[in-house]
């Protein structure tokens, strides 16, 4: 399976069309990144008032005035409160942690929800700085949360909401990073404006210059007897060999670079997606 870069529905990879946004896969696929990021914020919003109505049918965003409480944390239309914490507005967020992880054994379903944003610290005269804060949601820990299916669908539509708002700062976050730097950091990595990619032992894991489309997977899933789950935080680099899932998919093979995209997963599968494409992560 493949994630579609219009719309990140997961779809089959073979298909030259994607079944959700109707998007084809051809030469339009060479459009610029932003015309591909834009494309998927406002299909984004598409595909759950249209491809998922029936299914979230009895879900709906939270107001201005009416909230979602989920653990600790009030979510609002466009910002939301940390109880004994704060408040916080979406536009003051410049990355996001998230993973929906829903794993099914013996016919039993387990939802577990990862969230957390990421916010400039602010001086005492009010003034941004360039320091990071990172703050995690729905508990004070940073770590995965069992909730039920109405808790589980209700915090996915809330991240969609939050990724929206948030989209222009989240890819902001990594064009400066890259004009700064000429590489920006991921989760213990250095991607390198020339496609090179170092792990924080300043070690060479991956060379996104020499691969094609062919060679990646921006998704995986496993299944057994009883058991199944789909990961589409999973970034793979293919070595050509079989891919294999053991132990319910805790070791696998197949791949020589893995990373679990669950900071931005929309913004790095796109970036990603672009550098292989154009050689550029943003044009």
């Not at 109707?22 to 984004?44: P, V, Y």
């Not at 914490?85 to 929800?113: H, Q």
């Not at 005269?125 to 320091?131: G, L, M, R, W």
Request: net charge neutral; proline share 2%; charged share 25%.
């Amino acid at each position: 399976m493949k994630k579609c870069p219009y719309c990140a529905e997961l779809i089959n990879d073979e298909a030259i069309k994607c079944r959700y946004c109707q998007e084809r896969f051809d030469d339009s696929m060479n459009k610029s990144l932003l015309n591909i990021l834009n494309s998927s914020k406002d299909k984004l919003l598409k595909k759950y008032s249209e491809y998922k109505e029936n299914k979230m049918s009895h879900l709906v965003l939270p107001t201005d005035e009416e909230y979602w409480l989920i653990g600790d944390t009030y979510f609002f239309l466009n910002d939301l409160s940390i109880k004994n914490v704060g408040e916080l507005k979406y536009d003051e967020i410049i990355s996001v942690y998230f993973k929906a992880e829903s794993t099914t054994r013996n016919f039993i379903t387990d939802r577990n929800i990862f969230f957390g944003v990421v916010i400039y610290a602010i001086d005492e005269q009010d003034n941004k700085t360039s320091e990071i804060i990172e703050v995690p949601l729905i508990s004070r820990k940073f770590e995965f949360h069992k909730l039920d299916k109405k808790a589980f669908e209700t915090v996915i539509l809330i991240y969609h909401n939050i990724a929206k708002i948030t989209f222009k700062n989240r890819l902001n976050f990594y064009n400066k990073q890259l004009l700064d730097k000429q590489y920006f950091a991921y989760l213990g990595f250095r991607f390198q404006v020339d496609g090179k990619v170092y792990n924080n032992k300043n070690k060479l894991v991956a060379d996104l210059s020499t691969i094609s489309l062919d060679d990646v997977s921006f998704s995986s899933e496993w299944s057994g007897l009883k058991s199944s789950q789909e990961n589409p935080y999973e970034f793979k680099i293919l070595n050509g060999l079989p891919q294999v899932n053991i132990l319910f998919g805790l070791f696998q093979s197949g791949h020589s670079f893995k990373l679990d995209t669950i900071q931005d997963n929309d913004i790095i599968n796109l970036i990603i997606y672009n550098f292989i494409i154009n050689k550029k992560y943003i044009e």
